[in-house]
């Protein structure tokens, strides 16, 4: 007969800097402001190319649009799927739209190319300003360096294939390990903070009138104003993914005890696995 043992209550931990939660909802906010009226912006021309020059009767790579008989449909070179009701072609107050992206995706959601811009230029100054402060700071307390960069362990091929495993399988960390970024998330973020957002921005500033007239090189680095765009919405559309993944994870891990941490800072930490002894007893 085993003895009758009550597990301990769990452990409450600091978990998100002040800068780090302050910065987090200010880019909740520049981010969904600048993807929601980019999708306006690209309403006035669902199609991208590459190089420098793009119109009607060029090729492009991508098209969103309709065919004359009203059916929806998404280009992507020699592949098309159709998408009535969804993309290209969809029903707003009982009546048939023909525009790519739906109403209920944009901003504003009434169609208004020059009230997207200005919408863009506000997300675009919210993420640059508090990208900017928040990346100073989070240099001088090294919080890259301590908490983002991966350790040359967790880099090597045997630990992220594990990690790969354990996502693949929900099998969270649990415990301490739990307050911590693991490989994955270490990776993903790097990617968004040093590669995805600075892009986004940097085709921006090249595709705005006014850098473009000064800083002419930065359509030159991707090869045209049309490649700049291309960048810009594929860049764009890996942040969605991130996002969605995100919040996939979230859900997976508890989203009060994930929501709350980035609220108030505090984290709860998940009980530890128990041993198959300690489950038998």
Known sequence: ???????PPPKVVKRHRLSTRAWHWLNVVAVFTLLMSGLTIFNAHPRLYW??????PDAPWLHIGATRGGEGFLRVGGIEIETTGVLGVWEKDGQTRSRAFPHW?????NYSLAAGRKYHFLGAWLLIVGGVLYLIWSLLNRHVWRDLLPKRGELS??????????????????GEAAARYNVLQKLAYLLVLFVLLPAMVLT??????????????????FGGRQSARSVHFIAGLGIVLFIV??????????????????????????AERKAPAEEAA
């Open 1 to 7: 007969m085993s003895a009758d043992h009550t597990d």
């Open 157 to 174: 091929p045997p630990h992220l294939w594990q990690d790969v495993k354990d996502h693949a399988r929900l099998r969270l960390p649990r």
């Open 204 to 221: 921006g500033l090249g595709m705005s009138p006014t850098m473009n007239a000064s800083w002419g090189w930065i359509l030159d680095l």
């Open 245 to 270: 993944v995100h919040l996939i994870m979230v859900v997976i891990a508890g989203p009060v005890n994930e929501v709350r941490s980035m609220i108030t800072g505090r984290f709860r930490l998940p």
């Open 105 to 109: 995706a944009t901003l504003p959601a």
């Open 51 to 56: 190089g420098q020059y793009g119109a009607n």
